[in-house]
Protein backbone atom coordinates (compact mmCIF):
# COMPACT_ATOMS: atom_id res chain seq x y z
CA UNK A 1 0.00 0.00 0.00
CA UNK A 2 1.11 3.28 -0.74
CA UNK A 3 1.53 6.09 1.54
CA UNK A 4 -1.27 7.90 -0.11
CA UNK A 5 -3.59 4.86 -0.24
CA UNK A 6 -2.75 4.01 3.79
CA UNK A 7 -3.58 8.00 4.71
CA UNK A 8 -6.83 7.50 3.09
CA UNK A 9 -8.14 4.47 4.58
CA UNK A 10 -6.97 6.19 8.01
CA UNK A 11 -9.15 9.20 7.28
CA UNK A 12 -11.85 6.82 6.16
CA UNK A 13 -12.15 4.53 9.16
CA UNK A 14 -12.46 7.98 10.85
CA UNK A 15 -14.78 9.24 9.25
CA UNK A 16 -16.29 5.95 8.83
CA UNK A 17 -16.72 5.96 5.10
CA UNK A 18 -15.22 3.64 2.50
CA UNK A 19 -11.59 4.54 0.81
CA UNK A 20 -13.06 4.96 -2.38
CA UNK A 21 -15.53 8.00 -0.86
CA UNK A 22 -12.52 9.80 0.15
CA UNK A 23 -11.01 11.77 -2.08
CA UNK A 24 -8.03 14.12 -3.03
CA UNK A 25 -9.87 17.48 -2.57
CA UNK A 26 -12.15 16.22 0.19
CA UNK A 27 -11.57 18.84 3.17
CA UNK A 28 -11.98 17.16 6.82
CA UNK A 29 -15.47 19.12 7.35
CA UNK A 30 -16.51 17.67 3.84
CA UNK A 31 -15.65 14.07 5.56
CA UNK A 32 -17.57 15.15 8.88
CA UNK A 33 -14.26 14.91 10.91
CA UNK A 34 -14.60 16.84 13.70
CA UNK A 35 -11.34 18.34 15.95
CA UNK A 36 -11.63 15.07 18.57
CA UNK A 37 -12.02 13.10 15.04
CA UNK A 38 -8.22 14.85 13.69
CA UNK A 39 -6.73 15.01 16.69
CA UNK A 40 -7.21 11.11 16.66
CA UNK A 41 -6.54 10.63 13.03
CA UNK A 42 -2.82 12.67 13.44
CA UNK A 43 -2.28 10.34 16.00
CA UNK A 44 -3.67 7.02 14.04
CA UNK A 45 -1.35 8.28 10.89
CA UNK A 46 1.85 9.18 13.40
CA UNK A 47 1.92 5.20 15.05
CA UNK A 48 1.30 3.86 11.27
CA UNK A 49 4.39 5.72 9.89
CA UNK A 50 6.56 6.28 13.32
CA UNK A 51 6.51 9.86 12.57
CA UNK A 52 5.17 12.60 14.66
CA UNK A 53 2.92 15.52 13.30
CA UNK A 54 3.86 18.69 14.11
CA UNK A 55 0.08 20.26 15.13
CA UNK A 56 -0.89 21.71 18.00
CA UNK A 57 -4.84 22.07 17.91
CA UNK A 58 -5.15 25.85 19.09
CA UNK A 59 -3.13 27.01 15.55
CA UNK A 60 -4.00 24.51 13.28
CA UNK A 61 -3.33 27.43 10.66
CA UNK A 62 0.37 27.44 12.19
CA UNK A 63 1.38 24.23 12.85
CA UNK A 64 4.06 23.46 9.81
CA UNK A 65 1.72 20.81 8.74
CA UNK A 66 -1.15 21.86 6.24
CA UNK A 67 -4.55 20.35 7.34
CA UNK A 68 -6.70 21.80 4.60
CA UNK A 69 -7.70 18.81 2.72
CA UNK A 70 -6.66 15.33 2.27
CA UNK A 71 -4.10 15.77 -0.54
CA UNK A 72 -2.51 18.77 1.46
CA UNK A 73 -2.17 16.00 4.65
CA UNK A 74 -0.63 13.49 2.30
CA UNK A 75 1.85 15.79 1.12
CA UNK A 76 2.87 16.56 4.24
CA UNK A 77 3.26 13.08 5.43
CA UNK A 78 5.67 12.08 2.66
CA UNK A 79 7.61 15.04 3.51
CA UNK A 80 7.96 13.68 7.21
CA UNK A 81 8.45 10.15 6.31
CA UNK A 82 11.11 11.15 3.56
CA UNK A 83 12.96 13.24 6.31
CA UNK A 84 12.47 10.08 9.00
CA UNK A 85 14.57 8.33 5.84
CA UNK A 86 17.21 10.18 5.35
CA UNK B 1 -30.28 30.22 55.38
CA UNK B 2 -26.79 30.95 57.33
CA UNK B 3 -24.14 33.33 56.28
CA UNK B 4 -21.08 31.81 55.41
CA UNK B 5 -17.62 33.77 55.31
CA UNK B 6 -14.23 32.51 54.99
CA UNK B 7 -11.62 32.50 57.56
CA UNK B 8 -8.58 30.83 56.64
CA UNK B 9 -7.06 30.76 53.24
CA UNK B 10 -3.57 28.19 52.39
CA UNK B 11 -1.83 27.22 49.42
CA UNK B 12 1.25 25.90 47.55
CA UNK B 13 1.77 26.54 44.21
CA UNK B 14 4.34 27.35 41.41
CA UNK B 15 3.88 30.79 42.64
CA UNK B 16 4.56 30.41 46.39
CA UNK B 17 4.20 27.86 49.62
CA UNK B 18 2.34 30.22 50.92
CA UNK B 19 -0.76 32.62 51.12
CA UNK B 20 1.53 36.14 51.69
CA UNK B 21 4.16 34.76 49.25
CA UNK B 22 1.57 34.46 46.34
CA UNK B 23 -0.54 37.47 46.55
CA UNK B 24 3.09 38.61 46.58
CA UNK B 25 3.36 37.14 43.22
CA UNK B 26 0.14 38.00 42.10
CA UNK B 27 0.73 41.26 42.99
CA UNK B 28 4.40 41.68 41.31
CA UNK B 29 2.60 39.71 37.95
CA UNK B 30 5.86 37.09 38.43
CA UNK B 31 5.57 33.74 36.20
CA UNK B 32 5.44 30.38 37.84
CA UNK B 33 6.37 28.47 34.28
CA UNK B 34 9.00 27.25 33.64
CA UNK B 35 11.50 23.78 32.80
CA UNK B 36 9.80 20.93 34.36
CA UNK B 37 12.33 18.63 36.37
CA UNK B 38 11.32 15.20 36.71
CA UNK B 39 12.47 11.87 35.58
CA UNK B 40 12.21 10.80 31.70
CA UNK B 41 11.52 14.38 30.92
CA UNK B 42 13.41 13.94 27.86
CA UNK B 43 10.71 11.73 26.09
CA UNK B 44 8.06 14.51 26.41
CA UNK B 45 7.53 16.64 23.89
CA UNK B 46 5.83 19.12 25.80
CA UNK B 47 8.33 20.05 28.75
CA UNK B 48 7.01 23.15 31.01
CA UNK B 49 4.90 23.23 33.48
CA UNK B 50 4.14 25.34 37.07
CA UNK B 51 5.94 22.72 38.78
CA UNK B 52 6.20 23.49 42.84
CA UNK B 53 10.13 23.88 43.83
CA UNK B 54 12.06 23.10 46.96
CA UNK B 55 9.15 21.29 48.62
CA UNK B 56 10.22 19.01 50.46
CA UNK B 57 8.58 16.06 52.31
CA UNK B 58 11.18 14.72 54.67
CA UNK B 59 11.10 17.19 57.81
CA UNK B 60 7.39 17.83 57.25
CA UNK B 61 6.23 14.67 57.42
CA UNK B 62 7.39 11.65 59.38
CA UNK B 63 8.76 8.55 57.69
CA UNK B 64 5.25 6.50 58.24
CA UNK B 65 3.13 9.25 56.71
CA UNK B 66 5.39 9.99 53.83
CA UNK B 67 4.64 6.02 53.13
CA UNK B 68 1.06 7.50 53.25
CA UNK B 69 0.87 10.36 51.12
CA UNK B 70 1.11 11.19 47.74
CA UNK B 71 2.65 14.95 46.56
CA UNK B 72 -1.04 15.23 46.32
CA UNK B 73 -1.92 14.80 49.80
CA UNK B 74 1.16 16.76 50.99
CA UNK B 75 -0.04 19.62 49.37
CA UNK B 76 -3.19 19.30 50.49
CA UNK B 77 -1.72 18.40 54.11
CA UNK B 78 0.68 22.03 53.89
CA UNK B 79 -2.51 24.06 52.90
CA UNK B 80 -4.75 22.59 54.80
CA UNK B 81 -2.49 23.53 57.87
CA UNK B 82 -1.93 27.32 56.75
CA UNK B 83 -5.57 27.82 56.42
CA UNK B 84 -6.86 25.97 59.54
CA UNK B 85 -4.04 27.83 61.74
CA UNK B 86 -5.13 31.10 60.54
CA UNK B 87 -8.78 30.57 61.15
CA UNK B 88 -7.83 29.49 64.80
CA UNK B 89 -10.54 27.26 64.46
CA UNK B 90 -10.42 23.97 66.85
CA UNK B 91 -12.34 21.33 66.25
CA UNK B 92 -13.97 19.54 69.32
CA UNK B 93 -17.76 18.31 70.36
CA UNK B 94 -20.55 19.28 68.29
CA UNK B 95 -18.24 21.21 65.97
CA UNK B 96 -16.02 18.46 64.95
CA UNK B 97 -19.15 16.30 65.02
CA UNK B 98 -20.42 18.58 61.84
CA UNK B 99 -17.84 19.95 60.18
CA UNK B 100 -16.27 18.32 57.24
CA UNK B 101 -14.32 18.12 54.79
CA UNK B 102 -14.93 18.13 50.80
CA UNK B 103 -12.16 18.09 48.42
CA UNK B 104 -11.84 18.76 44.76
CA UNK B 105 -8.94 16.17 42.70
CA UNK B 106 -9.22 15.44 39.23
CA UNK B 107 -6.32 12.62 39.45
CA UNK B 108 -5.72 12.19 43.14
CA UNK B 109 -2.12 10.12 43.62
CA UNK B 110 -0.81 9.82 39.37
CA UNK B 111 2.16 9.57 40.88
CA UNK B 112 1.48 7.27 42.87
CA UNK B 113 0.13 5.47 39.71
CA UNK B 114 2.58 6.65 37.27
CA UNK B 115 5.82 5.13 40.02
CA UNK B 116 3.85 1.55 40.41
CA UNK B 117 3.10 0.91 36.84
CA UNK B 118 6.82 1.33 36.22
CA UNK B 119 7.90 -0.92 38.63
CA UNK B 120 5.69 -3.47 37.41
CA UNK B 121 5.27 -3.12 33.81
CA UNK B 122 8.84 -1.15 32.97
CA UNK B 123 10.65 -3.02 36.06
CA UNK B 124 8.65 -5.84 35.95
CA UNK B 125 8.74 -6.21 39.78
CA UNK B 126 5.88 -8.49 40.89
CA UNK B 127 5.39 -6.67 44.66
CA UNK B 128 4.31 -3.54 45.54
CA UNK B 129 3.96 -1.44 48.23
CA UNK B 130 1.43 -2.53 51.10
CA UNK B 131 -0.10 0.78 50.89
CA UNK B 132 -0.70 1.47 46.96
CA UNK B 133 -4.02 1.90 47.13
CA UNK B 134 -5.37 3.74 50.21
CA UNK B 135 -1.84 6.35 48.91
CA UNK B 136 -3.20 6.79 45.22
CA UNK B 137 -7.26 7.08 46.06
CA UNK B 138 -8.82 10.14 44.86
CA UNK B 139 -10.49 10.78 48.87
CA UNK B 140 -6.98 10.10 50.61
CA UNK B 141 -6.65 14.19 50.90
CA UNK B 142 -9.89 14.63 52.37
CA UNK B 143 -9.51 11.75 55.16
CA UNK B 144 -6.24 12.62 55.86
CA UNK B 145 -7.38 16.35 56.45
CA UNK B 146 -10.07 15.10 58.51
CA UNK B 147 -7.97 12.62 60.58
CA UNK B 148 -5.56 15.23 61.53
CA UNK B 149 -8.05 17.92 62.44
CA UNK B 150 -10.51 15.64 63.90
CA UNK B 151 -12.91 16.56 61.54
CA UNK B 152 -16.30 13.93 62.17
CA UNK B 153 -18.70 15.57 59.95
CA UNK B 154 -19.65 14.48 56.34
CA UNK B 155 -16.20 13.91 54.39
CA UNK B 156 -15.55 13.36 50.77
CA UNK B 157 -14.09 14.17 47.32
CA UNK B 158 -15.44 15.64 44.20
CA UNK B 159 -13.85 15.13 40.48
CA UNK B 160 -15.25 16.86 38.30
CA UNK B 161 -11.72 17.65 35.56
CA UNK B 162 -10.92 21.16 35.83
CA UNK B 163 -14.19 22.53 37.45
CA UNK B 164 -13.51 20.17 40.74
CA UNK B 165 -12.17 22.17 43.60
CA UNK B 166 -15.05 24.93 42.56
CA UNK B 167 -17.60 21.71 42.98
CA UNK B 168 -16.19 21.38 46.18
CA UNK B 169 -16.15 24.48 47.35
CA UNK B 170 -19.64 25.48 46.18
CA UNK B 171 -20.95 21.80 48.14
CA UNK B 172 -19.16 23.11 51.22
CA UNK B 173 -20.80 26.06 50.98
CA UNK B 174 -24.01 24.67 50.27
CA UNK B 175 -23.64 22.75 53.48
CA UNK B 176 -22.41 25.59 55.71
CA UNK B 177 -25.24 28.08 54.20
CA UNK B 178 -28.30 24.86 55.03
CA UNK B 179 -26.99 24.98 58.53
CA UNK B 180 -25.68 21.53 58.36
CA UNK B 181 -22.13 22.48 58.94
CA UNK B 182 -20.94 25.24 61.58
CA UNK B 183 -17.18 24.84 59.31
CA UNK B 184 -16.29 22.91 56.37
CA UNK B 185 -12.92 22.52 55.26
CA UNK B 186 -12.70 23.03 51.37
CA UNK B 187 -10.80 23.09 48.15
CA UNK B 188 -8.69 21.01 46.03
CA UNK B 189 -5.31 20.01 45.18
CA UNK B 190 -3.52 18.59 41.99
CA UNK B 191 -0.32 16.96 41.56
CA UNK B 192 0.17 15.25 37.80
CA UNK B 193 3.63 16.82 36.71
CA UNK B 194 4.96 13.56 36.39
CA UNK B 195 5.84 11.85 33.05
CA UNK B 196 2.31 10.05 32.56
CA UNK B 197 0.24 12.62 34.03
CA UNK B 198 2.55 15.13 31.34
CA UNK B 199 2.39 12.46 28.59
CA UNK B 200 -1.84 11.86 28.63
CA UNK B 201 -2.08 15.60 27.81
CA UNK B 202 0.27 15.92 25.15
CA UNK B 203 -2.38 13.54 23.60
CA UNK B 204 -4.82 15.89 23.42
CA UNK B 205 -2.94 18.89 21.15
CA UNK B 206 -3.38 21.27 23.04
CA UNK B 207 -0.61 21.98 24.90
CA UNK B 208 1.58 24.95 24.75
CA UNK B 209 5.27 24.06 24.46
CA UNK B 210 6.16 27.73 25.34
CA UNK B 211 3.59 29.92 27.91
CA UNK B 212 0.27 30.42 29.15
CA UNK B 213 -1.03 33.58 27.35
CA UNK B 214 -4.69 33.46 28.36
CA UNK B 215 -6.86 36.25 26.05
CA UNK B 216 -4.06 36.94 23.54
CA UNK B 217 -4.11 36.46 20.33
CA UNK B 218 -1.43 34.63 19.85
CA UNK B 219 -2.51 32.17 23.01
CA UNK B 220 -1.24 28.87 21.65
CA UNK B 221 -2.61 26.21 24.68
CA UNK B 222 -2.52 25.67 28.23
CA UNK B 223 0.27 24.97 30.40
CA UNK B 224 -0.18 23.02 33.30
CA UNK B 225 0.56 23.33 37.56
CA UNK B 226 0.16 21.39 40.52
CA UNK B 227 -0.65 22.39 44.11
CA UNK B 228 -3.37 22.98 46.51
CA UNK B 229 -5.17 26.01 47.78
CA UNK B 230 -7.38 25.49 50.95
CA UNK B 231 -10.02 27.11 52.97
CA UNK B 232 -12.05 27.83 56.25
CA UNK B 233 -15.45 28.15 54.80
CA UNK B 234 -17.36 29.21 58.15
CA UNK B 235 -20.79 30.37 59.37
CA UNK B 236 -20.98 33.51 59.81
CA UNK B 237 -22.08 34.05 63.74
CA UNK B 238 -19.83 31.16 64.42
CA UNK B 239 -16.72 33.12 63.62
CA UNK B 240 -18.09 36.49 64.82
CA UNK B 241 -18.14 34.99 68.68
CA UNK B 242 -14.94 33.14 67.93
CA UNK B 243 -13.73 36.92 67.12
CA UNK B 244 -11.99 35.23 64.16
CA UNK B 245 -10.87 37.45 60.81
CA UNK B 246 -12.86 37.32 57.87
CA UNK B 247 -11.07 37.26 54.46
CA UNK B 248 -14.82 37.50 52.62
CA UNK B 249 -17.95 36.13 52.61
CA UNK B 250 -19.24 33.82 49.77
CA UNK B 251 -22.52 34.91 49.10
CA UNK B 252 -23.50 32.42 46.01
CA UNK B 253 -23.13 29.52 43.08
CA UNK B 254 -24.23 27.78 40.56
CA UNK B 255 -23.31 24.45 38.50
CA UNK B 256 -24.30 23.92 35.13
CA UNK B 257 -23.80 21.05 32.21
CA UNK B 258 -23.52 21.77 28.78
CA UNK B 259 -24.59 18.06 27.79
CA UNK B 260 -22.72 18.71 24.23
CA UNK B 261 -19.62 17.99 23.98
CA UNK B 262 -16.63 15.74 25.87
CA UNK B 263 -14.22 18.66 25.23
CA UNK B 264 -15.21 21.14 23.22
CA UNK B 265 -16.91 24.04 25.76
CA UNK B 266 -20.15 25.49 25.58
CA UNK B 267 -20.84 29.35 25.73
CA UNK B 268 -24.55 28.63 26.70
CA UNK B 269 -23.26 26.11 30.23
CA UNK B 270 -20.87 29.04 31.07
CA UNK B 271 -23.30 31.64 30.54
CA UNK B 272 -25.93 29.81 32.47
CA UNK B 273 -23.26 29.01 35.50
CA UNK B 274 -22.28 32.82 35.71
CA UNK B 275 -25.78 33.80 35.60
CA UNK B 276 -26.80 31.23 37.79
CA UNK B 277 -24.50 32.74 40.48
CA UNK B 278 -25.60 36.22 40.48
CA UNK B 279 -29.57 34.51 41.00
CA UNK B 280 -28.56 32.58 44.13
CA UNK B 281 -26.28 35.38 45.83
CA UNK B 282 -29.28 37.99 44.93
CA UNK B 283 -26.82 40.10 43.21
CA UNK B 284 -26.93 42.78 40.19
CA UNK B 285 -24.89 41.82 37.27
CA UNK B 286 -23.40 45.72 37.75
CA UNK B 287 -22.46 44.66 41.03
CA UNK B 288 -19.77 42.58 39.99
CA UNK B 289 -16.16 43.98 39.56
CA UNK B 290 -14.08 41.57 38.71
CA UNK B 291 -13.90 37.92 37.21
CA UNK B 292 -11.21 35.38 37.90
CA UNK B 293 -11.38 33.59 34.37
CA UNK B 294 -11.68 30.19 33.92
CA UNK B 295 -8.86 31.09 31.22
CA UNK B 296 -6.71 28.17 30.42
CA UNK B 297 -5.11 30.00 27.34
CA UNK B 298 -6.52 26.92 24.49
CA UNK B 299 -8.34 28.83 21.91
CA UNK B 300 -11.64 27.82 22.48
CA UNK B 301 -11.95 28.10 25.73
CA UNK B 302 -10.91 32.11 26.26
CA UNK B 303 -13.29 33.21 23.32
CA UNK B 304 -16.49 31.22 24.59
CA UNK B 305 -15.11 32.34 27.94
CA UNK B 306 -15.58 35.72 26.66
CA UNK B 307 -18.87 35.56 24.87
CA UNK B 308 -20.38 34.00 27.69
CA UNK B 309 -19.68 37.00 30.28
CA UNK B 310 -20.54 39.38 27.25
CA UNK B 311 -24.07 37.85 26.91
CA UNK B 312 -24.12 37.98 30.94
CA UNK B 313 -23.60 41.17 31.85
CA UNK B 314 -24.16 42.88 28.57
CA UNK B 315 -22.91 46.55 28.43
CA UNK B 316 -21.67 45.63 32.14
CA UNK B 317 -18.63 43.54 30.67
CA UNK B 318 -16.70 46.38 29.48
CA UNK B 319 -16.76 48.02 32.67
CA UNK B 320 -15.57 44.57 35.03
CA UNK B 321 -12.09 43.20 35.25
CA UNK B 322 -11.58 39.90 33.85
CA UNK B 323 -8.05 38.01 34.09
CA UNK B 324 -6.63 34.47 34.24
CA UNK B 325 -3.79 33.51 36.90
CA UNK B 326 -3.16 30.64 35.01
CA UNK B 327 -0.67 32.73 33.05
CA UNK B 328 1.32 32.63 36.51
CA UNK B 329 0.48 29.33 38.21
CA UNK B 330 -0.21 27.13 34.94
CA UNK B 331 -3.64 24.74 35.22
CA UNK B 332 -4.08 23.20 38.40
CA UNK B 333 -6.76 21.16 36.78
CA UNK B 334 -8.61 19.50 40.11
CA UNK B 335 -7.49 22.22 42.05
CA UNK B 336 -7.46 24.97 40.46
CA UNK B 337 -10.39 26.88 41.26
CA UNK B 338 -9.17 26.91 44.68
CA UNK B 339 -5.97 28.66 44.13
CA UNK B 340 -7.63 30.98 41.85
CA UNK B 341 -10.14 32.25 44.41
CA UNK B 342 -6.86 33.65 46.01
CA UNK B 343 -6.95 36.07 43.23
CA UNK B 344 -10.78 36.97 44.33
CA UNK B 345 -9.72 37.00 48.06
CA UNK B 346 -7.06 39.19 47.33
CA UNK B 347 -9.39 41.38 45.10
CA UNK B 348 -11.78 41.73 47.54
CA UNK B 349 -9.56 42.72 50.26
CA UNK B 350 -6.60 44.54 49.41
CA UNK B 351 -7.91 45.80 46.42
CA UNK B 352 -5.30 44.30 43.75
CA UNK B 353 -6.54 42.56 40.63
CA UNK B 354 -4.23 40.08 39.68
CA UNK B 355 -3.09 40.36 35.79
CA UNK B 356 -3.13 38.20 33.18
CA UNK B 357 0.64 37.92 32.09
CA UNK B 358 2.13 36.87 29.02
CA UNK B 359 -0.92 38.73 27.14
CA UNK B 360 1.06 40.19 23.96
CA UNK B 361 -1.83 40.46 21.51
CA UNK B 362 -5.84 41.91 21.65
CA UNK B 363 -8.01 39.55 20.30
CA UNK B 364 -10.99 40.53 18.94
CA UNK B 365 -12.80 37.47 19.85
CA UNK B 366 -11.39 38.36 24.11
CA UNK B 367 -12.53 42.03 23.43
CA UNK B 368 -12.39 42.50 27.67
CA UNK B 369 -10.49 44.29 30.42
CA UNK B 370 -8.21 41.10 30.79
CA UNK B 371 -5.90 43.50 33.49
CA UNK B 372 -3.31 42.54 31.05
CA UNK B 373 0.32 41.90 32.46
CA UNK B 374 0.47 44.42 35.24
CA UNK B 375 -1.66 43.89 38.27
CA UNK B 376 -4.29 46.90 39.41
CA UNK B 377 -5.14 48.82 42.38
CA UNK B 378 -9.11 48.50 42.63
CA UNK B 379 -11.76 48.50 45.10
CA UNK B 380 -14.53 46.01 44.59
CA UNK B 381 -17.71 44.48 46.10
CA UNK B 382 -18.35 41.58 43.89
CA UNK B 383 -16.21 38.98 42.94
CA UNK B 384 -16.93 35.80 40.22
CA UNK B 385 -14.63 32.82 40.04
CA UNK B 386 -15.40 30.43 37.24
CA UNK B 387 -14.90 26.70 36.41
CA UNK B 388 -15.57 25.30 33.32
CA UNK B 389 -14.34 21.45 32.94
CA UNK B 390 -14.10 18.85 30.03
CA UNK B 391 -16.84 16.56 30.04
CA UNK B 392 -18.57 20.11 30.03
CA UNK B 393 -19.67 20.63 33.58
CA UNK B 394 -19.06 23.94 35.26
CA UNK B 395 -19.34 25.45 38.61
CA UNK B 396 -19.32 29.52 39.48
CA UNK B 397 -18.83 30.75 43.23
CA UNK B 398 -19.79 34.36 44.05
CA UNK B 399 -17.95 36.43 46.65
CA UNK B 400 -18.54 39.78 48.54
CA UNK B 401 -16.33 41.95 50.43
CA UNK B 402 -17.08 42.24 53.92
Same mark, same amino acid.
Given at each position: MSIQDKVISIIAEQAVL?? #? +???? +? #??LEDLGIDSLGLVESIFAIEEEFDITIPFNANEPEQ #??? +????VAAIIAGIEKLVSEKAS | MKRVVITGAGTINALGHSVPDTFEAMREG?? @???ELDF???? =???IKIGGQVHGFEAEGRFNRQQMTLYDRFTQFTLTAAKEAIEQAGIEFIGDDAARSGVVLGTAGGGVSTWDDNYRSVY? /???NRVHPFVVPKLMNNAAASHVSMEYNLKGPSFTVSTACASSNHAMAQAFAMVRSGMAPAMVTGGSESMLCFGGVKAWE @?? =??????ACRPFSANRNGMVQGEGAGVFVFEEYEHARKRGAEILCEVVGYAMSSD????VMPSKQGAARAMAGALADAG???????YINA? @????AANDKTECAAVADVFGPHADNLMISSTKSM???????TGAVELLACIMALRDGVIAPTIGYEEPDPEC?? /?????VAREAQIDVALSNAFAFGGLNAVLALRRV
Open positions: EP #S +DVSP +D #ST #SDF +DISN | RC @GIGRDVD =RLTE /DGK @GL =RVMSKDASDIINRDEVGH @GTGTHGHLIGGAL /DVVPN
